[in-house]
Each structure stands twice: as C-alpha cells, then as structure tokens.
C-alpha cells in the first residue's frame, strides 16, 4: 500500500500515541512522524491548528508570522499570554506550543512570507496559509505545485470559516466496507461487515481554478440555494483584504460595512443579504475551533495518507452553524 519510509518509532513515541495507532494503524503514525508543517500566521485559528498537528506527533512544526500580539487576538488566540502584546506573534506562542508534546520540533519564524525564497516552502510536506492575501495564495500555490508539496489555505473571519485544498495528485488508503451472507440455505439471512483496504487516487485543481470560478453561474444555482451564500461572502472578504491590506476591524464596523456592501454589489450582486456581514469582526473562538480541528485533521489524513480527503473547499456556515465541502474548479 503507501510507504512510510521506513521510519520507526521509539518505545516511549508507541506509548505516547497509543491511542492513535489504535485509530489509524502503526503504518499511518510513522507516516505522521516523518511530516513537516509550516503554518503561517499564527492567530486563533493558526493557534487551533499547530494545537492539533502537534499533538498528533508530527516530525516538526514551523510558525510563521511577522505580526504583533493585540488584544484582538486574546478572542481566540490561546498559545500567546497576554503579557506578550506587542511582541511578535510567532514567537509569543513557542513556549506554549511546545509544552503541547515536546517530542515535536518547534521553530519560530518572524519574517514576512513575501520576504521568503521559493525553496523555502520546498523544504515542507504541507504549507498551510492564514490570513494571505489573493497574490500570496496563488504565488505560494504554484511553489508548491512545482515542488508536491501540499497546499492549504485557510481562514476566518468572525463566524464565517473557510479552507481551500490543493492536494496534486494524491493517494491514500481507504477501508470500505462490504457486507457478507454468513448463513447458509434455508436459514434466517445472517451477514457480517468485512472491511477490505483498497488504495485510492484523487487529483486536485490550483488555488487559481478558485479565483476563476464564477459565483453567479447558473451551474452553481443549485449549491447556493442548499448551502447559502458562504462562498460568495468568503470572496466579498478575501477582496477587502486584498484592497485594504486587512480584515474588517469592529473599531471601523460603520465605514468596514459600508465598503462590503460596495464589494457585495460589484462581485456578486443579489447573492449575499446584507446581515451576512453583521458578525464578520474578529475571530471567535467556538468557529476557530471548529475549522482549525477540520484543517488540522484533513492535515494529519494527508500526511498520514489514511481515509479520503475533503476535496476541495470546505466552508462554514454561521446561519446554521454548519460546515459543508464544494467542490470547485473540478469535475467529481
């Protein structure tokens, strides 16, 4: 099936995570251990998903991010103490992070992703962005192409959450299930459940096959109508950002509105309600939660190469506190 390199496992490594070969195998968890992370921008949803890939045992964890602790970020962002305000972001939640397992390699990276070469990222098995821009998604999208290495951006913004996954061509196994006639002729029908492991292959668009897609489709009529509006509101957002080089901020709400409703009107006109943007300030906790433990755990899938990945966008709902996959740019 999938390799794992041959990597091995110390005896205090099995029993730290016992609970886990248990789940997905000794093959999967040597996989696991072998993987490289970079996560740049370390905010609460930053800090939810290093929380997670650090506890599954990952090789090592990079946190990127040239910001400043704010008071902003104590809504959702647990690793920095509050006593670190004004220190960089990155480094603020080491200690924290790494009291998390101490068997993972921790680094701290305080420099600006658009300050970094190429074959930085070629250095990672996955690459996870938050808080980027249009130009640095599609820029660090395309390095990792070249490089297969697996790509992930993601976001949230108030109650709305977002991750998009570009994968290449990727393979991992997956358990299915089939049920067995057991009894014999003339008794009372009796089946098992036989679970046989099969390898799989699945292939991923670009981050661009994102930016091109065309909300007001009318082949996308039918997915807005069942799933709302959450993909043209995360597009209305990723364009604020890239115009005003930062996310809504609840101290400028009044003049912060005003403009998404501008951007609503020239992007997807009629698609969004205007109440859609009432809780897009800050982030809140119980939603970075919730997206940081999906991305983390499509992470710890990907690198561990066990079930099936979400292919390609994943998007929460805050009307009804739901998330949901799209698939975008792709055929199913």
């Known amino acids: ?38 996560i740049a921008g370390i905010n609460g949803l930053g800090a939810e998903i290093a929380k997670n890939v650090i506890l599954a045992g990952v090789k090592s964890v990079t946190l990127l991010d040239d910001r400043k602790v704010t008071e902003e970020d104590f809504c959702s962002q647990f690793l920095a103490p509050q006593s670190s305000v004004g220190t960089n972001r990155a480094e603020a939640s080491l200690t924290r992070a790494q009291h998390l397992n101490p068997m993972v390699e921790l680094k701290a990276d305080t420099e600006p992703i658009e300050s970094k070469s190429d074959d930085y990222f070629k250095d990672f098995d996955v690459v996870c962005l938050i808080g980027a821009s249009t130009a640095q998604h599609l ?8 490089a297969n290495v697996k790509f992930f951006a993601t976001d949230v913004w108030g109650m709305h959450g977002f991750c998009f996954t570009d994968l290449q061509k990727h393979e991992f196994a997956e358990d299915v299930a089939k049920y067995v006639v057991v009894s014999k002729p003339h008794e009372k029908p009796k089946s098992e459940t036989v ?5 799989c292959t699945l292939e991923f668009p670009p981050y661009q ?12 009529a039918r997915q807005l109508k069942r799933n709302g509006p959450a993909l043209p509101v995360q597009r209305v957002l990723q364009k604020f950002r890239d115009e005003e080089q930062r996310d809504p901020a ?4 009044e003049e912060d509105l005003k403009k998404l409703l501008q951007l609503r ?26 997206v940081g433990g999906v991305v983390a755990h ?9 079930e099936r990945p979400h292919r390609n966008v994943f998007l929460f709902n805050p009307d009804t506190c739901c998330g949901f996959v799209d698939l975008i740019g792709a055929d199913k």
């Open 1 to 38: 099936m999938v390799e794992s390199n041959g990597a091995e496992l110390t005896e205090h490594e099995a029993e730290l995570y016992d609970r886990q070969i248990r789940l997905w195998g000794l093959d999967s968890q040597k996989r696991v251990r072998l993987a490289r992370i970079l």
């Open 139 to 146: 820029r660090v999208n395309n390095v990792c192409r070249e």
């Open 195 to 199: 679970y046989s492991t099969v390898k």
């Open 209 to 220: 096959s994102l930016v091109d897609f065309d909300c007001k489709s009318t082949s996308y």
């Open 250 to 253: 609840y101290g400028k709400r």
């Open 265 to 290: 009107d020239s992007l997807v006109p009629e698609l969004i309600p205007d109440k859609s943007f009432d809780h897009v300030f800050a982030q809140i906790s119980p939603v970075t939660a919730i």
């Open 298 to 306: 499509e992470i710890i899938k990907v690198v561990s190469q066990k």
